[in-house]
Structure formats: structure tokens, C-alpha cells
């Protein structure tokens, strides 16, 4: 039995993903803070993490993943201001990420870049819906590190994902400059650019399914927040959230969906 052999083994059993588990939530830990910081400009390093509202600094023991929050019941410790649910649901969502990814493609590249890329789309996802910012030190911060993947991986290459990036983020910026200009108004802000930019480099040719899979949430979910929800006509959507969504949908099934429409709306066609 080879190394690898016996580490896919050692995937299987429950340790492994419990493992993922409880490294994903520290991640997913650190991505509170990420998604915190990283729009206002701030160090996502240094201070240590603070309550908002008495600004003590939380030692350790008040910041265990998952622990703390159930513990403490959703308060701080010092003043009992309330916690938001949100650092605890991310913190949830990313063990999750990592335990389904060790799960679904065992302790392999694969995992790692389904790892990377989600936990990405997670921190982009709430910056954009809290603050409607996709920060570079993501978009562009990650292309190199997609890049990289896309080198090793056997399912897309290196020029795949440079032609795709470019070109993605190149139509995506001609709509919203066509936007701008017709309506004087930033529909599409430069963020969605970069950040369809750094799904090229992860998703390859994929990327455009995603786009499409954004385009179509994005529509349903706008129609509902505009005349159920009535939030009006100018209520600024967060396309990067749907996005985000889409390219872990992609990633995941990207291959049986492009199947799916072949197989059921090509054939009469062919035959
Ligand atoms: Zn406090």
C-alpha cells in the first residue's frame, strides 16, 4: 500500500472528516475576521479579535470556534452584548467546506482546491452582501493561487484558465460600461469584474456556466426582493453573492448539469 493509498483509507474513516471539521471552523473563524476587516481596509492580523461593543479583546478561551458561541450563548463575555448568529453560521459553513471536501474527493488536490475556492466564495459572499464590496486582496489576491491549481489540474490548463480569466472579465467589463453609459449609473461595479476574473482561473471554460447559473438566481431573487419583498426599483443587488453561489454549484456539478442539457435538449436535434 502507497502513501496516498493509505491516506485515502485514512479519509475514510470518521476521524479524518471530524479532523476537516474542526480545522474548517478555526478557518472559518478567521474568515469572520476576514470578512469583518478586509472592507473597511483594515489588518485582518493584527488587533486581536475585540467585542464591538465593549472592545475587550476576547482571549482564546472565549474564542473557540462553534464552542464559544454555543457556551456563551451568543453574548459577550465582559458587557453580554449580542453576538450576531452570522460569526457562528460562517464558522459552520466552513467546517463544512472542509469536511465535505475531504469527503466528496478524499485528502486530495481536489479537495484542496474545492477547499480554497469555496472558502473564498464564502468570505466574497458576505463582504458583498454586508458592504457590497469584493475586495482585491481577494479577487486579484487569489488569481495567482488559481493559477497555480489550474497548472496541476488534469481537468483544465494553464492557458484555459489565463484565456478564460481575461476573457471573462473582459465581457463582463464591456457590460458594465455599456451599463454606465446608458444609464449613467454603476450596475455592475469593477468588483464583479475581478471577481469573474478569479473564477476563470478556478473553473476554466466552467466559469461562463457559472455566470449563467448567477445570471439566473440573481434574476429570480432580484424579481422576488423587488415585488415581494418591495424594496424598489433601485435596491443594488449583490451579483457577487450570486456569484459566489454559482461557482461552488460549478465546481461541484458543473460537468452533470453540462450533461443534463445535452442529453435532454440537444438530442431531438442530433437524431
Ligand atoms: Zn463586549
Redesign the pocket.
Given at each position: 500500500m502507497d502513501f496516498i493509498q493509505y491516506l485515502q483509507t485514512f479519509a475514510d474513516t470518521k476521524f479524518m472528516l471530524f479532523f476537516a471539521f474542526v480545522i474548517g471552523s478555526m478557518f472559518g473563524s478567521f474568515f469572520n475576521v476576514c470578512i469583518y476587516r478586509l472592507p473597511e481596509e483594515l489588518s485582518v492580523i493584527k488587533p486581536r479579535s475585540f467585542?464591538p461593543?465593549?472592545?475587550?479583546t476576547i482571549p482564546w478561551y472565549y474564542n473557540i470556534p462553534l464552542l464559544s458561541y454555543i457556551f456563551l450563548r451568543g453574548k459577550?463575555?465582559?458587557?453580554?452584548?449580542r453576538i450576531s448568529f452570522r460569526y457562528f453560521f460562517v464558522e459552520l459553513l466552513s467546517a463544512w467546506i472542509f469536511a465535505f471536501g475531504v469527503y466528496r474527493f478524499g485528502p486530495t488536490f481536489k479537495a484542496l482546491e474545492f477547499i480554497v475556492l469555496s472558502s473564498i466564495m464564502l468570505i466574497l459572499f458576505f463582504t458583498d452582501l454586508d458592504k457590497r464590496i469584493l475586495p482585491d486582496e481577494i479577487t486579484l489576491g487569489f488569481i495567482p493561487v488559481g493559477l497555480i491549481f489550474a497548472y496541476f489540474s488534469p481537468e483544465r490548463t494553464l492557458t484555459e484558465s489565463l484565456i478564460v480569466g481575461i476573457a471573462g472579465a473582459g465581457i463582463l467589463f464591456l457590460l458594465a460600461y455599456i451599463y454606465l453609459k446608458l444609464k449613467g449609473i454603476e450596475g455592475m461595479g469593477m468588483g464583479d469584474v475581478k471577481m469573474l476574473a478569479l473564477m476563470g482561473t478556478f473553473l476554466g471554460k466552467q466559469a461562463f456556466l457559472a455566470l449563467m447559473i448567477a445570471s439566473v438566481i440573481g434574476t429570480i431573487v432580484g424579481l422576488f426582493i423587488i415585488y415581494v419583498l418591495k424594496k424598489g426599483k433601485n435596491y443594488e443587488i449583490p451579483f457577487g453573492c450570486f456569484l459566489s453561489i454559482a461557482s461552488v454549484i460549478t465546481y461541484l456539478y458543473g460537468n452533470d448539469i453540462i450533461l443534463f442539457y445535452v442529453k435532454h435538449f440537444l438530442k431531438h436535434n442530433w437524431s
Open positions: 467585542c461593543s465593549c472592545k475587550k459577550c463575555a465582559y458587557c453580554g452584548a
